[in-house]
């Protein structure tokens, strides 16, 4: 099959990339593209060109598996573009690009190297390459100032969002909104359009030094603002620099040393990475792909942060919801928290009050159960209590539809359990929100012992509808992604009693990228939450295993973290976590009590701890089957705690910092600290191998 058709109408030759699903630049396209360029300039019959993407969209970039070999020094080398843009440009007869769905990357490069570009106002136009970690390498460093002048070129490429079609012909990156059909609007703008000047001759949006110099600082302080820690951004600024510095042809090269320099960083590595691994965690072998149109109606239990969060979630969605509470007080509390979120969201900007109203409007609250049997799925998201969620659940099992999902939120308790006091243990299955649930992009969904497959993949298909990502966790306490935060949790505590400070801590863990520091998550989630969740999960109830000395106490003094203002840290009227002498002297004295030589704690020492916790626990949910593979675990932790992308996650982190290195300090630690750092099994033989986990999913997916 093609990958680029040709065909004339009325004069005018319309190329199409026909590449499924996103028609990215594969080999073969580019290729294709010049050929029929080429054929287009020798027709007689063809007065003007239209190109555009078949089916659902246009170009949506680079093709990324190829720029993923290129970072690992794989594969014939990138996408050699030069030819073809430039051909663009210089062809005799006008080039109009006819844009639906995303012109993203690669695809807005080629874009613009036309003379005229048209969009359906659907369309979204952007430069996302600092999501993988580049800059753009095909010359939109270059073009993209020239048509939309410096500081929109800065702020695309920079923040990496798309813009609309609306923005972008404000911009003047696109000369008209097509309406209607875009082929037929496309074809008959083409039989009007003059030849134009080629782009990269349009110099006159370029600004002079003085007037960019304000521009190029505040780029970086955008760069800084929105993605600390990250090369790419900066260097992005630094190749539109160079378009408003250096003739075209010397910027073109400028910008392909950045891109080359970018391409094999460890960051872009991390960031393609999780790019591929988000995906295949929608992949689940033996389990179809239904769609979520199964699901109009959801019913929620519970009012709460949690309850609320969903049901935004779904409103969100446009799902209709009924959530329900106990208590009037409750149901108004919880409404009014819904509401109250919704207005902030009116302030900055993301909804309009008419967005809001129509959001509240498909919410229905109420007392009992009225409805309920008309749900697709019931979502029980009530506090962490067996007994209470039992109730609930044979409660429901009563009144649900046949098919309907019967699912928990919870955190950290056993499917199974759950399930066992209905008549249908197939049809229940773990929804796993993380706060805020109308915000937090990762649902963990657990598969009990007997949910069949149809279940799990309506709550996949689900998850995708919330705008949300799936990631199928087996039923073990704490499934993935809590599983793995105890023993990390829990090693922050150790590290604090052994003589570092809870401040300390946390700034080594946010100076390795974390989005928060441990004591101030633990502040924020509650530490009455986790307090409850140790009763319930029964930790510590094994003799000999080393138990965090400061919680239980924070706990018994009523201090609960943020909604205290007393926690780990103290806070005042901005909630800025402030060290707490108290804190500090409790630990000291615990920790003596308990026998402990405190001692000068260093900020490798707290990363590695904290990190390796979280690594050799995941090496034993992987090897035990909890996690399908090791880039799930990675999703896990990119998406619900704040583990940076530009990392890739706990178990490519690893793969990246070599098993064998990282088997031998947890070697040391045990030897030094005590058994809890028994080396995971897994852990062992794949340094023994020389293997790391992006083998053990190969060898597991071949
Ligand atoms: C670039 O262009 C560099 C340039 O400067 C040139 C340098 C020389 N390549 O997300 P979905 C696959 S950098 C390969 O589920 P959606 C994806 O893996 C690139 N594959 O759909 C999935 O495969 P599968 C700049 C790609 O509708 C399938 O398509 N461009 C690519 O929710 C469906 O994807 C980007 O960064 C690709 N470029 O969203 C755009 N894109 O079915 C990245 C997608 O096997 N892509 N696939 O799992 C996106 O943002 C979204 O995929 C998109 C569609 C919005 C396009």
């Not at 603002?225 to 951004?233: D, G, M, N, V």
């Not at 399930?419 to 009990?448: C, D, K, Q, W, Y």
């Not at 909604?563 to 630990?587: A, Q």
């Given at each position: 099959?093609?990958?680029?058709?040709?065909?004339?109408?009325?004069?005018?030759?319309?190329?199409?990339?026909?590449?499924?699903?996103?028609?990215?630049?594969?080999?073969?396209?580019?290729?294709?593209?010049?050929?029929?360029l080429?054929r287009?300039?020798?027709?007689?019959?063809?007065?003007?060109?239209?190109?555009?993407?078949?089916?659902?969209?246009?170009?949506?970039?680079?093709?990324?598996?190829?720029?993923?070999?290129?970072?690992?020094?794989?594969?014939?080398?990138?996408?050699?573009?030069?030819?073809?843009?430039?051909?663009?440009?210089?062809?005799?007869?006008?080039?109009?690009?006819?844009?639906?769905?995303?012109?993203?990357?690669?695809?807005?490069?080629?874009?613009?190297?036309?003379?005229?570009?048209?969009?359906?106002?659907?369309?979204?136009?952007?430069?996302?390459?600092v999501?993988?970690?580049?800059?753009?390498?095909?010359?939109?460093?270059?073009?993209?100032?020239?048509?939309?002048?410096?500081?929109?070129?800065?702020?695309?490429?920079v923040?990496?969002?798309?813009?609309?079609?609306?923005?972008?012909?404000?911009?003047?990156?696109?000369?008209?909104?097509?309406?209607?059909?875009?082929?037929?609007?496309?074809?008959?703008?083409?039989?009007?359009?003059?030849?134009?000047?080629?782009?990269?001759?349009?110099?006159?949006?370029?600004?002079?030094?003085?007037?960019?110099?304000?521009?190029?600082?505040?780029?970086?302080?955008?760069?800084?603002?929105?993605?600390?820690?990250?090369?790419?951004?900066?260097?992005?600024?630094?190749?539109?620099?160079?378009?408003?510095t250096?003739?075209?042809?010397?910027?073109?090269?400028?910008?392909?040393?950045?891109?080359?320099?970018?391409?094999?960083?460890?960051?872009?590595?991390?960031?393609?990475?999780?790019?591929?691994?988000?995906?295949?965690?929608?992949?689940?072998?033996?389990?179809?792909k239904?769609?979520?149109?199964?699901?109009?109606?959801?019913?929620?239990?519970?009012?709460?942060?949690?309850g609320?969060?969903i049901?935004?979630?779904c409103?969100?969605?446009?799902?209709?919801?009924l959530?329900?509470?106990?208590?009037?007080?409750?149901?108004?509390?919880?409404?009014?928290?819904?509401?109250?979120?919704?207005?902030?969201?009116?302030?900055?900007?993301r909804?309009?009050?008419?967005?809001?109203?129509?959001?509240?409007?498909?919410?229905?609250?109420?007392?009992?159960?009225?409805?309920?049997?008309?749900?697709?799925?019931?979502?029980?998201?009530?506090?962490?209590s067996?007994?209470?969620?039992?109730?609930?659940?044979?409660?429901?099992?009563?009144?649900?539809?046949?098919?309907?999902?019967?699912?928990s939120?919870?955190s950290t308790?056993?499917?199974?359990?759950?399930?066992?006091?209905?008549?249908?243990?197939?049809?229940?299955?773990?929804?796993?929100?993380?706060?805020?649930?109308?915000?937090?992009?990762?649902?963990?969904?657990?598969r009990?012992?007997?949910?069949?497959?149809?279940?799990?993949?309506?709550?996949?298909?689900?998850?995708?509808?919330?705008?949300?990502?799936?990631?199928?966790?087996?039923?073990?306490?704490?499934?993935?992604?809590?599983?793995?935060?105890?023993?990390?949790?829990?090693?922050?505590?150790?590290?604090?009693?052994?003589?570092?400070?809870?401040?300390?801590?946390?700034?080594?863990?946010?100076?390795?990228?974390?989005?928060?520091?441990?004591?101030?998550?633990?502040?924020?989630?509650?530490?009455?939450?986790?307090?409850?969740?140790?009763?319930?999960?029964?930790?510590?109830?094994?003799?000999?295993?080393?138990?965090?000395?400061?919680?239980?106490?924070?706990?018994?003094?009523?201090?609960?973290?943020?909604?205290?203002?007393?926690g780990?840290?103290?806070?005042?009227?901005?909630?800025?976590?402030?060290?707490?002498?108290?804190?500090?002297?409790?630990?000291?004295?615990?920790?003596r009590?308990?026998?402990?030589?405190?001692?000068?704690?260093?900020?490798?020492?707290?990363?590695?701890?904290?990190?390796?916790?979280?690594?050799?626990?995941?090496?034993?949910?992987?090897?035990?089957?909890?996690?399908?593979?090791?880039?799930?675990?990675?999703?896990?932790?990119?998406?619900?705690?704040?583990?940076?992308?530009?990392?890739?996650g706990?178990?490519?982190?690893?793969?990246?910092?070599?098993?064998?290195?990282?088997?031998?300090?947890?070697?040391r630690?045990?030897?030094?600290?005590?058994?809890?750092?028994?080396?995971?099994?897994?852990?062992?033989?794949?340094?023994?191998?020389?293997?790391?986990?992006?083998?053990y999913?190969?060898?597991?997916?071949?």
């Amino acid at each position: 099959m093609s990958l680029v058709t040709y065909n004339v109408q009325d004069g005018v030759a319309v190329i199409a990339v026909d590449n499924p699903p996103v028609n990215a630049l594969s080999p073969g396209v580019p290729e294709g593209l010049e050929a029929a360029l080429d054929r287009a300039a020798g027709d007689a019959g063809v007065k003007a060109l239209v190109v555009m993407g078949a089916g659902r969209t246009f170009i949506a970039g680079a093709d990324i598996a190829v720029l993923q070999d290129m970072a690992w020094g794989k594969g014939p080398g990138g996408p050699v573009l030069h030819d073809l843009l430039q051909k663009l440009e210089d062809s005799a007869k006008p080039v109009v690009m006819a844009i639906h769905g995303t012109a993203l990357g690669g695809g807005l490069e080629v874009a613009i190297a036309g003379h005229y570009r048209v969009a359906l106002a659907s369309a979204q136009l952007g430069q996302p390459e600092v999501n993988l970690g580049i800059i753009p390498g095909a010359e939109g460093t270059q073009r993209l100032p020239r048509l939309a002048g410096i500081e929109k070129a800065i702020n695309m490429c920079v923040s990496g969002k798309p813009i609309a079609a609306s923005e972008a012909l404000a911009a003047g990156l696109i000369d008209k909104v097509i309406e209607g059909d875009l082929t037929a609007g496309a074809i008959a703008f083409a039989q009007r359009a003059p030849l134009a000047a080629k782009t990269h001759e349009r110099n006159g949006r370029l600004g002079t030094v003085a007037e960019n110099a304000p521009l190029f600082a505040a780029g970086l302080a955008l760069a800084a603002k929105l993605r600390p820690s990250q090369e790419a951004p900066r260097r992005a600024v630094e190749a539109i620099e160079a378009a408003a510095t250096l003739p075209f042809e010397e910027g073109c090269r400028r910008e392909r040393q950045i891109f080359a320099e970018c391409v094999v960083s460890d960051q872009a590595k991390s960031l393609i990475h999780a790019f591929f691994a988000e995906r295949a965690a929608a992949k689940i072998p033996g389990i179809g792909k239904p769609s979520a149109s199964a699901i109009a109606r959801v019913a929620i239990i519970g009012a709460g942060t949690m309850g609320g969060g969903i049901a935004m979630a779904c409103a969100n969605a446009g799902l209709s919801v009924l959530l329900k509470e106990t208590k009037a007080e409750a149901l108004d509390a919880g409404l009014a928290t819904i509401r109250r979120n919704y207005e902030t969201s009116v302030k900055r900007g993301r909804f309009t009050a008419q967005d809001v109203e129509q959001r509240l409007a498909l919410i229905h609250p109420q007392l009992d159960y009225a409805s309920f049997d008309s749900a697709d799925v019931i979502i029980e998201a009530v506090f962490e209590s067996m007994a209470l969620k039992k109730q609930i659940f044979s409660e429901i099992d009563a009144i649900a539809r046949p098919g309907c999902i019967l699912a928990s939120n919870t955190s950290t308790l056993s499917i199974d359990e759950i399930a066992s006091v209905t008549a249908r243990p197939s049809s229940v299955i773990g929804m796993h929100f993380f706060s805020p649930a109308n915000v937090m992009r990762l649902l963990e969904i657990v598969r009990g012992r007997a949910t069949s497959p149809e279940i799990i993949a309506t709550a996949m298909a689900l998850a995708k509808h919330l705008k949300k990502v799936g990631v199928l966790a087996g039923n073990c306490p704490g499934f993935i992604g809590n599983r793995m935060f105890f023993p990390y949790m829990y090693e922050t505590q150790f590290l604090v009693e052994d003589g570092a400070t809870p401040k300390q801590v946390d700034a080594a863990l946010t100076g390795f990228g974390m989005a928060m520091g441990m004591f101030a998550v633990d502040d924020m989630a509650g530490i009455d939450v986790a307090w409850r969740v140790r009763q319930e999960m029964g930790h510590f109830r094994e003799p000999g295993v080393r138990k965090p000395l400061v919680q239980d106490q924070l706990y018994a003094m009523g201090r609960y973290g943020q909604k205290t203002g007393k926690g780990w840290y103290t806070y005042g009227e901005d909630r800025k976590p402030v060290s707490d002498p108290l804190v500090e002297e409790l630990i000291a004295t615990s920790a003596r009590t308990a026998g402990i030589a405190r001692r000068a704690i260093g900020d490798q020492e707290i990363v590695e701890r904290s990190v390796y916790a979280l690594i050799n626990e995941g090496a034993r949910v992987l090897e035990e089957g909890f996690a399908l593979r090791a880039s799930d675990i990675d999703v896990v932790y990119l998406n619900g705690y704040g583990f940076p992308g530009w990392r890739g996650g706990p178990m490519f982190y690893a793969d990246l910092t070599g098993l064998k290195k990282i088997l031998e300090t947890i070697e040391r630690f045990r030897r030094e600290l005590g058994p809890r750092w028994e080396p995971a099994p897994l852990l062992l033989k794949l340094a023994a191998e020389g293997h790391g986990f992006r083998d053990y999913d190969r060898e597991r997916e071949a």
